[in-house]
């Protein structure tokens, strides 16, 4: 009998995986792919159809004339609640197992008005999307939540975030989790947009890095197709990366940071002392695109200075895509162009050479879909499927 | 009944790979681990004494007043060649599966007399070292080789290979397993030297860097106890990345690269042009120790050259190890001050807090030891165990 990656025989969860490409199978099709017999085949797919993962039906007239069953992952059995939280606005949506969008509504929420007034207004604003797909709350089968600060990674709790009052430790998944009545995974912006990313970025990409470039500068980085969050869980926080010749005060106390050259805040600051409006890396974009010179230099020049910076990284890691997502990747050509420019001089050809550098392609939706994702991915895993379904 | 990390029954491999901690156990015990029968442990357990990974002893009395016999992984029953090639001179060793080096030499071997010259070299070394303790060819069950260049993963092949003169695409692994007998597995020098360190650093180390500093500058990344190549194998390239305030020129065609700055090459290259006798790196090193200022001053600058690019790279990466190896390693303290100033003053505090930056402490034995955990992770890991162990 041909075994799974540890030599171990396949249950019900790496059935589901096999399913979760959308195409139906016989039963004899899912024997001959994973070396079980067929009475095990027919077993598992019990357990999975009482759980409502897969979905019988008719398939082909097979030669003796009568048409086999065949049997299909059931996509829209269950929905995933979504939240991608920002600075002073939120998206939110509803999502089937398939990831396709259900329902979805931007919010403005200040995330500083602290956790429980934030957190009520998406429970709320969850049930109001439920209720608009018509779907009942105990379809829910887990909840994904994107904040804009650091997050520990087995708690999903904010650690110390600077911009959220109040959250320092606050148990979110324990706190929505009561209310919405199924799991909650919580995690930073940055990475659960990278998520979004690599999967919109479909087949086969093993090493991607997402860098956000907005008010701050930060990287989500995926190698092997997983999150590396590295020791700390700090990973990708390069935005406070020394830039040479620049003595720039940054927030962090620091000067000559990244952020403090290439930052929306940054940028938008350089604009007001030359007495232009601008409050952040929007207005920035937003002159810009209406003509204004200055903010055009200031968009280029920091796409340079965030690829002199990723120019190593790239020596250093090898991935095969990076993203630009964030505020600033709204400038489009303008920042990439600077981007690219300065990778393309400093990196190794070796490494380069393949190397796609491209604008996020989910946009401002790349949050809310890879909460999603990281729901999906966990509620679906083959280790969680085989200790739900027991049969 | 408990199931492994796929949710699926553990074979021989498990079985084995629990063994491998040296400590001798019961079939109880051992179906206790397992979640397995008592009955099928004991099928397991008898595949695996067949091909005599597993051998069975006398334990201590047991309540019933019988002995019980217990069962402990035979590390000593085949052994593991590893070479570990440099520009000038290889290191060879003869390792049990335990990882005691039971026979070592190194040898003059200039690499680029070329491949065929070369490994028949090494196909003569390990005969005369597998004679010297004993042990029959027919107990070697996996080769480990070390290069001084690029390697292209799949293959074990050289890639066009900058010091390794008519190596570029020499199928190695077909070569020498021609003539050892044993499945040949192939990578670059910096890589088995992580390997080699995280071998040695355990327990518990996730995430480690591994910077050799000698006539090159390169690292071996390990993320998630794996190593990191990234999308062409180039990961951990380092040595051009682009030092601020330099143009020097590089042998790789352009200016002010990390290696023209901090490389022994170019130390050495410095010292002559002040009038003083040195060819690389070691001769660096030695003047040092002799007590010449000016080598003094080269390497701890070399060391700050070096702590300046990776604190961009602590930043992203957030490793929890650091690991200094190389020729240039062995001027100790004085590199190590040079890199740990600019990686303290430069990287985010929460991924320096429990970072350890540190010399190798296999010093030039850590290739070596390195291929050989290269093989003994793909010999005894349960995949390849299970593919062996049929019955």
Redesign the interface.
Known sequence: MP????????????LLAILRDGQARTRGELAELTGLSRSTVSQRLDGLMDHRWVVAGEGAISSGGRPATVFAFNGGARVVLSADLGATHARLAVLDLGLTVLAERAVEMPVDQGPERTLGCVVDTFHELLAATGRDPVQVCGVGVGLPGPVEHASGRPANPPIMPGWDGFAVPEWLGARLGAPVLVDNDVNIMALGEHWAARPEV??LIFIKMGTGIG?G?I??R?L???????????G???V??SDAPCRCGNTGCLEAVAGGASMAAALRAAGVEARGGRDVVALMRAGDLRATRLVRQAGREVG??M???V??????VIVIGGDLAEAGEQVLAGVRETIYS?S?P??T???SIRVSELGDRAGVIGAAVMVVEHVLS??T???IVTK
Do not use: K, M, W, Y
């Open positions: 075994t799974g990656a540890h030599g171990q025989v396949p249950g019900a969860g790496a093993d090493h990287c980085i190698t092997g997983r590396h969050r590295g020791a700390q869980g700090a990973a990708g926080d390069v406070h990366v020394r040479p010749a002199a910076v120019a190593a990284i020596n250093f890691f090898n991935p095969s400093r190794l070796l490494a050479q393949h190397l083959p280790e499927i085989d200790r």
